[in-house]
């Protein structure tokens, strides 16, 4: 009893062959066609009959049917131009009873029309695929050198000089200091001139996680670990940094467990996925960083004394902008560059005013706030010049203040400690008065007239603090 292909009819087999996606051609050892579908025929112009016992050569163009049905070897998803069009060929050795006796040929498409359709379809998937490996590749490379930190105080110099030579090793480096100082650019100059460069820099904010995720995110997890895993598991963050450099920010928010599980990847070099039950091998050059005091936490037991010497082998400390007052504008005029490129505002400039009280103010936000009142002062401006009036508040009032010995002084003091309100509030009412009174001379009339109070009432406050006697 006859079964499966042989069962069908030839007619039926042929129409078979010409429905199929892929244009058909069959030669023998010594390249001489021995079938072609009428749809290939079409393609090339040519009728069958006349294709038939001619040398693949003469009838395809760049053919290499012939080579093929020589070599025995299969020539895949090969690209052939025929008639001013690149088809999809795919060769294959045509062997029967363990003998080559020819080769088999297909071509995706039956006209150039049909290639040219497929192209208009493909092309945006490829644009995108193209889009988002251009996007995965700059998320996994630094972006800053040692070129773009910028400052010339000493204690800046000092920092950035022991960055430098530590990038030149494998060695775990240890970066501390404020919020906003610029610690992640010092990281992403380190790996920028390191040996690892070539290779992935993963970035991660251990504060931003939730502890409960923060195992998978860093040692990924096997398909299956826990409910809405991935199928086939998903890479944590030392097996995607392989070869290159895993930066840890904020370090000092990491939970306890979580830092046993790191001491091992630093010891041994090993780490193991989430529902794993195989260590995997993997390099990277550990960079950590935090605002937080690691000395202080280590001997609150917040903090794993081994795991502290094994991130400190080199500690960068980067100084507080209010402990560099000379590159205070000299930042700020980089900042207000890039802000003018990404606003598309150019030949913007900064009153001198507002330069002094920029380079007077304590910024407990660091280079990340003053970036802020920059970007802030250029949504609100109204020409081409920053001045006193497009800065926030608490920067416009700077002039306001007065020491306590009712000196005039141009920088907020740094606050030591908070008082209540209404202590607050008395001790303000007190330095107004004072400095009324100062201006006027010590006339009480004239003082109230300034405070535009009246002088009953300056002299109740003034008997309330006190100050009568000065003046």
């Known amino acids: 009893m006859k079964v499966g292909i042989e069962i069908l009819p030839a007619e039926w087999i042929r129409e078979v062959i010409h429905l199929v996606a892929e244009r058909l051609v069959v030669v023998d050892r010594t390249g001489y066609i021995r079938y072609m579908d009428s749809a290939y025929c079409e393609f090339l112009g040519i009728r069958e009959e006349d294709a038939i016992g001619r040398h693949v050569q003469d009838v395809i163009e760049n053919s290499r049917m012939h080579i093929v049905a020589k070599t025995g070897i299969a020539e895949l998803s090969a690209v052939q131009a025929i008639k001013g069009s690149e088809m999809i060929a795919n060769r294959y050795p045509l062997v029967v009873d363990d003998e080559l006796v020819g080769s088999v040929g297909t071509v995706m498409f039956k006209n150039p029309q049909e290639w040219l359709d497929y192209s208009r379809k493909i092309q945006p998937l490829l644009e995108e695929l193209h889009y988002y490996k251009n996007r995965l590749e700059k998320e996994l490379q630094s972006k800053y050198t040692f070129k773009d930190l910028i400052g010339s105080n000493p204690q800046f110099i000092v920092a950035k000089k022991l960055a430098e030579k530590g990038s030149c090793s494998s060695s775990s480096i240890l970066i501390l200091g404020e919020s906003g100082t610029g610690k992640e650019l010092f990281a992403h100059a380190i790996h920028q001139n390191s040996t690892r460069s070539r290779y992935p820099f993963i970035r991660m904010n251990c504060a931003s996680i939730p502890e409960h995720l923060l195992e998978s995110e860093l040692f990924g997890y096997e398909e ?88 400190n082998v080199l500690k960068v400390e980067i100084p507080p902008l209010r402990e560099r007052r000379d590159d205070i504008w000299i930042i700020g005029d980089i900042l207000l560059k890039k802000l003018q490129k990404n606003f598309s505002r150019p030949e913007i400039s900064v009153s001198a005013e507002v330069v002094h009280l920029l380079e007077n103010y304590s910024w407990p936000g660091n280079i990340r ?6 970007e802030r002062a250029i949504n609100i401006l109204d020409g081409q010049e920053i001045r006193h009036e497009h800065l926030p508040l608490y920067l416009q009032d700077l002039d306001m203040y007065v020491t306590d010995n009712g000196q005039y002084a141009t920088a907020m003091p740094l606050l030591q400690e908070v008082l209540p309100l209404k202590e607050t509030v008395a001790a303000a009412e007190k330095k107004a008065i004072m400095q009324a009174l100062k201006l006027a001379g010590g006339n009480k009339l004239k003082a109230s007239k300034l405070l535009k109070i009246g002088k009953t009432s300056l002299y109740d406050k003034c008997r309330s603090y006190g100050i009568l006697e000065e003046f």
């Open 224 to 311: 299956g670990a826990f409910t809405g895993a991935k199928k086939g598991g998903k890479k944590g963050k030392f097996e995607q940094g392989h070869l290159g450099t895993v930066f840890l920010d904020e370090i000092g928010d990491m939970p306890l467990p979580m830092q046993s599980k790191l001491l091992r990847v630093l010891q041994e070099k090993e780490i193991e996925r989430l529902g794993g039950n195989a260590p995997k091998t993997v390099d990277v050059r550990i960079i950590a960083a935090t605002h937080r005091d690691l000395d202080k936490m280590v001997e609150n037991g917040e903090f794993r004394k081994d795991l502290y010497y094994r991130l």
């Open 369 to 374: 706030e003053l970036e802020n009142v920059l």
